[in-house]
Antibody
Framework: QITLKESGPTLVKPTQTLTLTCTFS??????????VGWIRQPPGKALEWLAL???????RHSPSLKSRLTITKDTSKNQVVLTLTNMDPVDTATYYC????????????????WGQGTLVTVSS | EIVLTQSPGTLSLSPGERATFSCRAS???????LAWYQQKPGQAPRLLIY???SRATGIPDRFRGSGSGADFTLTISRLEPEDFAIYYC???????????FGRGTKVEIK
């Protein structure tokens, strides 16, 4: 059974750096084809993809946020960490991590399992 | 950058009715990488359809995805009370490759 859970601060001040951790179980990020992504959703608004890291440490970032984003993995701890620098009130959102995979049997680049999300508010 | 435009923004229907909504890409895309999600208030999105037309595990057959090129459709044949939610389409691709979501269609009870 695949599960993911986001953790991190619920409140950050403008200009601070946000660090979020996704802790997962039921799969390994050392398995070929597996990836973990981050998606956020401002209150009442649509989903926005942020970044994704693959089993081989290949990384993808949203072009609009690339300069502020870092994504890393700790395979031994089953964790993926996202950092977002220079936080602004517009970054207030629920942040989700999600599982994706690309195997020879199925490679559709969707997110089939999601964490429950964590709400991060940016305010002084 | 590929933009996904979902329409309508809101659909007001009654249980038992058929729901049809659209996801239009700004250019022709590979249907392999087109997915649909359902999101209920306070919950994470749930994958419904991948590859434009394949139902994800456990998704009832009243959900049907179709389309190709730049036009994709999600149809719910008969709305159940639990189907009132927001539906998002998502595409993987572009240069450099990344994930894009539409702005969603809300299905509300009439």
């Amino acid at each position: 059974q695949i599960t993911l859970k986001e953790s991190g601060p619920t409140l950050v001040k403008p200009t601070q750096t946000l660090t979020l951790t996704c802790t997962f179980s039921g799969f390994s990020l050392s398995t070929s084809g597996v990836g973990v992504g981050w998606i956020r959703q401002p209150p009442g608004k649509a989903l926005e993809w942020l970044a994704l890291i693959y089993w081989n440490n290949d990384k993808r970032h949203s072009p609009s946020l690339k300069s502020r984003l870092t994504i890393t993995k700790d395979t031994s701890k089953n964790q993926v960490v996202l950092t977002l620098t220079n936080m602004d009130p517009v970054d207030t959102a629920t942040y989700y991590c999600a599982h994706s995979y690309c195997f020879t049997t199925r490679c559709n680049r969707d997110f089939d399992y999601w964490g429950q999300g964590t709400l991060v508010t940016v305010s002084s | 950058e590929i933009v996904l435009t979902q329409s309508p923004g809101t659909l007001s229907l009654s249980p038992g009715e058929r729901a049809t909504f659209s996801c239009r890409a700004s250019q022709s895309v590979t249907s392999t990488y087109l997915a649909w999600y359902q999101q209920k208030p306070g919950q994470a999105p749930r994958l419904l359809i991948y590859g434009a037309s394949s139902r994800a595990t456990g998704i009832p057959d009243r959900f049907r995805g179709s389309g190709s090129g730049a036009d994709f459709t999600l149809t719910i044949s008969r709305l159940e009370p639990e189907d009132f939610a927001i539906y998002y389409c998502q595409y993987y691709g572009g240069s450099p490759p990344g994930w894009t979501f539409g702005r969603g269609t809300k299905v509300e009870i009439k």
